[in-house]
Every structure is written in structure tokens, then in C-alpha cells.
């Protein structure tokens, strides 16, 4: 299992529960994989009761099944869970989109076409990581802009659900261009704001993910049907 530092804040199981979401979304705990305590307790260096109370959490964000008097596993969705969450995201993000053209400041623009600017840099320079995190910010800064607390509650209960399916995936040359071009239209509709068009990119581009994710997914499980998993 991948080193990891003690944790040592006050807020034991906040802290255990980012640090277990994290090993899921990197895959360092993977898919269907069952959880060991212990080896986490010492890990983490922390008792068993604040990684269960994480364990707890990340069971209701729907990352980790617990199974009764068996402890808890990494969550494992089939391709028909992962499109039905991906078609939720999307039209969380064309709310999103659509309300951010409405309210988003000059100067919260000006920090979206930085974003945009390193995250171009790091496709350039094909630093996969750097692309992924800046990403996940432009999304984030227009759901921020978007100026509706309840909207990113429920954005933030699915994200966390999801995240590592969104990323997991890799993605081929012609599709990562292309996501690139989906990228720079939604600057141009957030530069003009163009909510009804920013909306329609942005269900889009979810949509667009979303293929591929579930062709992944889909050929996990043949996999595992051959393998009588």
C-alpha cells in the first residue's frame, strides 16, 4: 500500500476520511477492494473508532459499501450506475454553467482564463496530473460562480461519489483534444455570457466523459463475468 504520513490534526476522522477518499480517487485502494482496518489504524496512525466514523461518511457519499460484520470495500459500480450518475452531473453542471453566466464577477473570470491557461500548458507539455487538478478547478470555479449553496451541496454529495470515474479513465490523443476544444468554448460562452449556450457545453462535455467512462467500466466487467467475478 502506498506511504503514507501520520495524520496528527484534531478532527481525526475528517482528516482520515480525505486521506481514505484520496487513496480511492488516486487508486491506490481500488474498485471492489476490501478495506483493512488495521493496516490503516497504523497508517494512519490514528484508533479504529475515527477511521470508522470516515468510513461511515464515505459509505453515505456511496465511495464504500459496508458489509455487515465483514468490515467495508472499496465501492464497485457497473457501466449502468456510472451513466446514470454522469447524466445527473451533467445537468448539475449545466445549472451550474447557466446561473455562473448570470453572476460570475470580472475578477473570478480573470481567474477561470488562468485556469484555462495552465491547464493548455500542461496538455502542451502532456503533464497528465497538472491537467487533471486544473480541470477540476475550472469546474469548481464555475459551480462557485454559479452562486447557489444548495446546487453545491448536491454537486459536491455526486462529485465525491464519482470523482475517481471521472479521472480514471484514459483517455486517447483525438478524445483529450477534444476535450480541449470543449474547454475553450466554455470560456468563450462564459466571456460572453452565453448561459443557454455555456448550459449546452457543458452537458455536453459531461456527456462526452461519460462515454468513455463507461466503456471502460464496461469492458471491467466483461472482464470479471469471464473471470467468474
Not at 450518475?85 to 445549472?95: I, Q, Y
Request: glycine share 6%.
Amino acid at each position: 500500500m502506498k506511504e503514507t504520513a501520520p495524520i496528527s490534526r484534531l478532527s481525526l476522522h475528517d482528516a482520515a476520511r480525505d486521506r481514505l477518499r484520496e487513496m480511492i480517487v488516486e487508486g491506490t485502494l481500488r474498485p471492489g477492494e476490501r478495506i483493512n482496518e488495521r493496516e490503516l489504524v497504523a497508517l494512519f496512525g490514528v484508533s479504529r473508532t475515527p477511521l470508522r466514523e470516515a468510513l461511515k461518511v464515505l459509505a453515505a457519499e456511496g465511495s464504500v459499501e459496508l458489509l455487515p460484520h465483514r468490515g467495508a470495500r472499496v465501492a464497485l459500480f457497473s457501466s449502468n450506475e456510472v451513466h446514470d450518475m454522469f447524466e445527473v452531473m451533467g445537468a448539475l453542471e449545466g445549472l451550474a454553467g447557466e446561473l455562473a453566466c448570470k453572476n460570475i464577477s470580472d475578477d473570478e473570470l480573470g481567474e477561470i482564463e488562468v485556469m484555462h491557461g495552465t491547464m493548455i500548458d500542461a496538455y502542451e507539455k502532456r503533464e497528465v496530473e497538472t491537467y487533471y487538478a486544473q480541470n477540476e478547478m475550472i469546474h469548481e470555479a464555475v459551480l462557485l460562480a454559479a452562486r447557489n449553496p444548495l446546487l453545491s451541496n448536491v454537486y459536491h454529495g455526486l462529485s465525491a461519489r464519482i470523482r475517481r470515474l471521472r479521472f480514471a479513465a484514459k483517455m486517447s490523443p483525438e478524445r483529450w483534444l477534444r476535450a480541449i476544444r470543449e474547454h475553450e468554448a466554455i470560456l468563450a460562452a462564459l466571456r460572453m455570457r452565453d448561459g443557454s449556450g455555456l448550459a449546452a457545453i457543458l452537458r455536453a462535455h459531461v456527456r462526452n466523459k461519460c462515454d468513455v467512462v463507461v466503456a471502460t467500466f464496461a469492458r471491467e466487467e466483461a472482464q470479471r463475468k469471464s473471470r467468474g467475478g
